[in-house]
């Protein structure tokens, strides 16, 4: 069972601020997706990454997957109160269920 | 249907009795998912159905939990004896083969025993 470990596990910050959400593994993955939750409903999915050293970039959201291929971020730009909600980050290995991480509950206060 | 279904949305079971939970997939979808979320945490694989393959069991967490796909589609969850620390919202994901789309969510059943 891979082990992934989100940081930080919870972030409060005013509306218009940036942040990074962090996601590692001693696992090397041969993709990851980064998922946003809110409360009562499944995750959604945001994005999937398969290339280590792989940008991506989503409007104010910018993923990216390390060389490694074992960790990734995600950054936030001006973030909004309507970016609130559980982040998940999962990696899979070869066509194989994916596996979630520990997730990051933000809060973005207006 | 248009997305993933599962049913019932809440249930609160007395210690000890056994549970069943459905899961209708996206159709077309030959990969099923089961997975456990304590409040705000993050998501406990259990079980993984692909195509007519054997399931991949390797994350239920005890004899009690069993699951089964009928016909490449609709999945039950089983959890006999239920026990306190099996509170939780239980979510059924699918996808398409190649997972290029990531996995479809239902909205989860929150199971509460008591």
């Known amino acids: 069972t891979q082990l992934l470990e989100q940081s930080p596990q919870f972030l409060s910050i005013q509306e218009g601020e940036n942040l990074t959400v962090y996601c590692n593994s001693s696992?090397?993955?041969?993709?990851l997706q980064w998922y946003r939750q809110e409360p009562g409903e499944g995750p959604v999915l945001l994005v999937t990454?398969?290339?280590?050293?792989e940008v991506k970039k989503l409007k104010r959201l910018t993923f990216q997957f390390g060389d490694a291929r074992k960790d990734s971020s995600l950054h936030i730009t001006a973030a909004q109160p309507g970016d609130t909600g559980l982040y998940l980050c999962?990696?899979?290995?070869?066509?194989?269920?994916?596996?979630f991480g520990t997730g990051t509950s933000l809060t973005v206060i207006p | 249907g248009a997305g993933v279904s599962q049913s019932p949305s809440n249930k609160v079971t007395e210690k000890g009795k056994d549970v069943e939970l459905r899961c209708d997939p996206i159709?077309?979808?030959?990969?099923l998912y089961w997975y456990r979320q304590s409040l705000g945490q993050g998501l406990e694989f259990l079980i993984y159905?692909?195509?007519?393959?054997?399931?991949?069991k390797s994350g239920l967490p005890s004899d009690r939990f069993s699951a089964e796909r009928t016909g490449g589609s609709v999945s039950t969850l089983t959890i006999q004896r239920t026990q306190q620390e099996d509170s939780a919202v239980y979510l059924c994901?699918?996808?398409?083969?190649?997972?290029?789309?990531?996995?479809?969510f239902g909205s989860g059943t929150r199971l509460t025993v008591v």
């Open positions: 999962a990696g899979a290995e070869g066509l194989g269920q994916f596996y």
């Open positions: 696992s090397v993955f041969s993709s």
């Open positions: 990454v398969v290339t280590g050293g």
């Open positions: 159905f692909q195509g007519n393959s054997a399931p991949d």
């Open positions: 994901a699918s996808s398409p083969y190649t997972r290029s789309e990531g996995y479809t």
């Open positions: 159709s077309g979808h030959t990969a």
